[in-house]
C-alpha cells in the first residue's frame, strides 16, 4: 500500500512539471529570448523562508523534464519551473517539520538514495571518466578490423526439446507447411512470437553447432536434418545473405561507451573483491562454499 501510494505522489509530482509547462505552451504571449550562456548559474531566483534557489539549481530541474520540454525556449518554462521549485522547498519543509524523516522506512529509503548518488558520481568520477575519445577510437578500429569481409545473414529457426519432434516437424516442411506458422506454434524459443525470425547476425553472434550448419545453407532453404545445440534441436531456414555494413564510429559510439565502461566497472570490482573478506551464504544462512 505504502508502495503504491510513493508511486502515486512521484507520478503527481512528475505530472505538475509537465502540466505547468503545457499551460505555459498553450499561453499566447511574447516570449523574450534569452541568452543562457550569458546566466549566473550561482544567481539567486527565488528565496523560501531561509532557504534559496539558484538558476544552476533550475538549469537541473529543466535537464529532467521530458525531452520535448527541454528544448523549448528558457523564457517559456522558467516561471512554471521556479514554481515548481518553490513548492517543493515548502513540501519538503512541511514533510521534515512532521518528523518522517525519523521512521524507520524513510530512514531506509534515504540511506538508499544516498548510496546510489554516492555510487554513481564515483564511478563517474573515477571510473567513466576514463572512457577517452581515443579509446574509443582505438576500439572502433579494432572491431572494424575483425568485421572485414564478414557476412551476416537473416534466418528463421525452430528449436525443439527432441531430434524426434525436429524430425517430425521436417517433415511436415516437406509437405509444404509454412515454416513461420509453425515456428510460432511449435517453436520452444522467445523467437517463436515472431514466427522463429532471428533478423541479421554474423557467424561469431550465434553458438558454433547453430552457425557452423547456418551459413553453409542456400537462401531459400532449411535443414533436412536437425541441428544439435546446448539449446536442443533447431531446424534453420535461410531467407538472405550480404556482406556485413560497416556501422561508423558515431553509430557506435554509445555502445562502445557503455560496453568499455562496463568492463571498467567490472575490473575495479575484481580489485575491491580480492581486497576484501567476503562471506556468502545460502538463504537459509549456511556458508557458500562455492560461489560462481
Not at 544439435?228 to 564510429?249: C, N, V
Request: hydrophobic share 40%; net charge positive; proline share 3%.
Amino acid at each position: 500500500m505504502l508502495f503504491s501510494l510513493r508511486r502515486a505522489v512521484g507520478a503527481a509530482l512528475i505530472l505538475l512539471n509537465i502540466t505547468v509547462c503545457r499551460s505555459v505552451i498553450a499561453q499566447n504571449h511574447e516570449l523574450r529570448p534569452t541568452s543562457e550562456s550569458s546566466l549566473d548559474l550561482a544567481t539567486v531566483v527565488a528565496r523560501v523562508d531561509d532557504n534559496k534557489i539558484t538558476f544552476g539549481e533550475l538549469m537541473t530541474m529543466r535537464n529532467h523534464l521530458p525531452e520535448q520540454y527541454q528544448k523549448l525556449p528558457l523564457d517559456t518554462i522558467y516561471k512554471p519551473m521556479l514554481n515548481r521549485a518553490i513548492d517543493h522547498i515548502l513540501i519538503t519543509k512541511e514533510a521534515i517539520a512532521s518528523g518522517i524523516a525519523e521512521q524507520n522506512d524513510v530512514k531506509l529509503l534515504i540511506k538508499e538514495a544516498k548510496d546510489r548518488v554516492i555510487t554513481e558520481v564515483y564511478l563517474t568520477q573515477n571510473i567513466a571518466s576514463k572512457v577517452t575519445d581515443n579509446l574509443l577510437r582505438k576500439r572502433y578500429n579494432e572491431i572494424i578490423a575483425n568485421r572485414t569481409d564478414k557476412q551476416e545473414i537473416k534466418a528463421r529457426h525452430i528449436l525443439l526439446k527432441s531430434e524426434k519432434e525436429a524430425k517430425d516437424i521436417i517433415k511436415e516442411l516437406d509437405k509444404g507447411a509454412d515454416f513461420a506458422k509453425l515456428a510460432n506454434e511449435k517453436s520452444t524459443d522467445p523467437s517463436a512470437l515472431r514466427g522463429g525470425d532471428l533478423g541479421w547476425f554474423q557467424a561469431d553472434q550465434m553458438v558454433p553447432a547453430f552457425s557452423d550448419v547456418a551459413f553453409t545453407l542456400k537462401t531459400g532453404t532449411y535443414t533436412k536434418v536437425p541441428v544439435k545445440s546446448q539449446f536442443g534441436w533447431h531446424i534453420i531456414l535461410l531467407e538472405d545473405k550480404r556482406k556485413a555494413t560497416t556501422p561508423s564510429f558515431d553509430e557506435m559510439h554509445d555502445q562502445l561507451t557503455a560496453d568499455m565502461t562496463n568492463e571498467l566497472i567490472h575490473s575495479h570490482l575484481k580489485m575491491l573483491r580480492k581486497k576484501s573478506k567476503i562471506d556468502r551464504f545460502d538463504m537459509n544462512g549456511k556458508p557458500l562454499l562455492e560461489y560462481d
